[in-house]
T-cell receptor, first 118, second 113 residues
Framework: GAVVSQHPSRVICKSGTSVKIECRSL??????MFWYRQFPKQSLMLMAT?????????EQGVEKDKFLINHASLTLSTLTVTSAHPEDSSFYIC??????????????FGPGTRLTVL | DQQVKQNSPSLSVQEGRISILNCDYT??????FLWYKKYPAEGPTFLIS?????DKNEDGRFTVFLNKSAKHLSLHIVPSQPGDSAVYFC????????????FGQGTRLTINP
């Protein structure tokens, strides 16, 4: 199956700093990438959808200025948590799929990034 | 509002027996349903899916049943194996929503030897 990687796998940072998380599709071109966050013992909540070369679409309640998403190439999307605070500590997971919004293709998930903000 | 619900946070099953995980949804626009398996600190792994035009899909030990009138789906695993122990998420999407997935809360399945 298709492989999606995330880097770093875990990061600890101080409050107020910014953290960048990378999501890469290793063996396919990901036209669309999704970013999720998961709090302990809770569901995966979609944060935003990004299509290569265009601005990300954020879900209701997600601050776009705080969670900056860039999808500059067909194999890389980045999520930057700006001015991180302890409440941003969570497990962030990306997924990627081929094809545009009008096609249905399986999403492949990355292994996730554990962010801890002190 | 929780559009996809997994009301059982945990389930314990004897090895060799059948595991049945349940999922309910509220949005009638959902037309595609998926089950994912997830281990701690890892991303979800796709297991099996079903389109709303079907009521059953089978893949090896895994079978998903869809009851559209009840807005209910279930995943059957038979026979259950210790390696099946994980958290199982059901997810749903609709063709109009750019295939965004809405996940349930997950059910932790434990298979006892």
């Amino acid at each position: 199956g298709a492989v999606v990687s995330q880097h770093p796998s875990r990061v600890i940072c101080k409050s107020g700093t910014s953290v960048k998380i990378e999501c890469r599709s290793l063996d396919f071109q990901a036209t669309t990438m999704f970013w999720y966050r998961q709090f302990p013992k809770q569901s995966l909540m979609l944060m935003a959808t990004s299509n290569e070369g265009s601005k990300a679409t954020y879900e209701q309640g997600v601050e776009k200025d705080k969670f900056l998403i860039n999808h500059a190439s067909l194999t890389l999307s980045t999520l930057t948590v700006t001015s991180a605070h302890p409440e941003d500590s969570s497990f962030y997971i990306c997924s990627a799929r081929e094809g545009g919004p009008s096609s249905y293709n399986e999403q492949f998930f990355g292994p996730g990034t554990r962010l801890t903000v002190l | 509002d929780q559009q996809v619900k997994q009301n059982s946070p945990s389930l314990s099953v004897q090895e060799g027996r059948i595991s049945i995980l349940n999922c309910d949804y509220t949005n009638s626009m959902f037309d595609y349903f998926l089950w994912y398996k997830k281990y701690p600190a890892e991303g979800p792994t796709f297991l099996i899916s079903i389109s709303s035009i079907k009521d059953k899909n089978e893949d090896g030990r895994f079978t998903v049943f869809l009851n559209k009138s009840a807005k209910h789906l279930s995943l059957h695993i038979v026979p259950s194996q210790p390696g099946d122990s994980a958290v199982y998420f059901c997810a749903a999407s609709d063709a109009q929503g750019a295939q965004k997935l809405v996940f349930g809360q997950g059910t932790r399945l434990t298979i006892n030897p």
